[in-house]
């Protein structure tokens, strides 16, 4: 079993920044794709940026490219989502994932092809 857990998330102004972390336990994520996904209220989930095992690709969300940088340090076990220059429509929880398959090149991952998530954290962008 593999834990995800989404910190870092809160209320910032229209501009700011923030910075989420997805700690991994139980199992170590260093050999799997990692994925960053958010939901707006009454919309569905959607992707926003994943990092293949290793860090060295990444891919994005057309909003998001040159805003948001994703990254990962698998001596913590840990991901981040580096947020810049927000906007009211990043408001959302955000949540982190991992890919089901191992080496995987996440460029064409769904959310099916992601079989653990974390609770979430709530970004809130104030205009």
């Known amino acids: 079993q593999v834990q995800l857990v989404e910190s870092g998330g809160g209320l910032v102004q229209t501009g700011g920044s923030l910075k989420l972390s997805c700690a991994a336990s139980?199992?170590?994520?260093?050999?799997?794709?990692m994925g960053w996904f958010r939901q707006a209220p009454g919309k569905e989930r959607e992707f926003v940026a994943a990092i293949n095992w290793s860090g060295s690709t990444t891919y994005y969300e057309d909003s998001v490219k040159g805003r948001f940088t994703i990254s990962r340090d698998n001596t913590k076990n840990t991901v981040y989502l580096q947020m810049n220059s927000l906007k009211p429509e990043d408001t959302a929880v955000y949540y982190c994932?991992?890919?089901?398959?191992?080496?995987?090149?996440?460029?064409?991952?769904?959310?099916?092809?992601?079989?653990?998530w974390g609770q979430g954290t709530q970004v809130t962008v104030s205009s």
């Open positions: 139980g199992r170590t994520v260093s050999s799997y794709a």
């Open positions: 994932a991992r890919d089901s398959r191992l080496v995987r090149d996440p460029r064409a991952l769904v959310p099916a092809d992601y079989d653990y």
